[in-house]
């Protein structure tokens, strides 16, 4: 494909401007160095309108992919926004659920990792007990509300995900306590950590 003009006037003479003038889909042909500069094409060689067809072809395609890429790129961003969105109204909403077990009536010292069981007043105060329904038996004198269990940091986690969140912490207990033995590597390695 010649991409200058040979024979002076007759890349001009094809597009209609001179062979520095921009295109109208915005390429253009490189200027001629006529001080000895390489040559791409034989001086014998006619330029043919097809080459520069062909030319605002590609830079036109050119265009479309580098569109379609950065579109595709920014559409992976869009979804990692609407995935951490996610998450931060989840942690919120945790921390709104911690805050208001924390606040609930107890006459001991909650300590992490026990199981505590909330409990409900018929005056309407919640308050949380050492003793499981099953321990209180016939003579539970309260709607008991659900069990959950005081962890390391702090959080509250439902009986019904304790061994699920436990698992978990193993698993990051693990990790913490085996990173000097793990071997140095670019690439995510969780081999013999898994629950």
Wanted: overall charge negative; proline content about 6%.
């Amino acid at each position: 494909m010649a991409v200058n003009g040979e024979a002076k006037g007759d890349v001009g003479a094809v597009s209609g401007a001179s062979s520095s003038a921009p295109s109208p889909q915005g390429s253009s042909l490189v200027e001629r160095d006529s001080a000895g500069g390489f040559q791409l094409t034989s001086i014998a060689r006619k330029a043919d309108p097809s080459d520069l067809v062909a030319l605002a072809e590609e830079v036109q395609k050119a265009d479309d992919f580098v569109r379609a890429n950065a579109c595709n790129r920014l559409t992976v961003i869009a979804e990692q926004i609407r995935y951490l969105q996610e998450q931060a109204r989840k942690v919120l909403q945790e921390a709104v659920k911690d805050t208001d077990l924390h606040h609930v009536s107890c006459n001991f010292v909650k300590r992490p990792g026990n199981v505590y069981y909330l409990y409900r007043r018929a005056s309407g105060q919640r308050y949380f007990s050492i003793l499981s329904p099953k321990e209180w038996g016939p003579s539970c004198p309260s709607e008991f509300l659900g069990a959950f269990k005081l962890q390391p940091d702090l959080s509250w986690t439902p009986a019904g995900d304790i061994e699920k969140r436990d698992a978990e912490l193993n698993v990051l207990e693990k990790l913490l306590s085996h990173q000097s033995s793990l071997p140095p590597c670019s690439e995510p390695n969780f081999q013999g950590l898994t629950a």
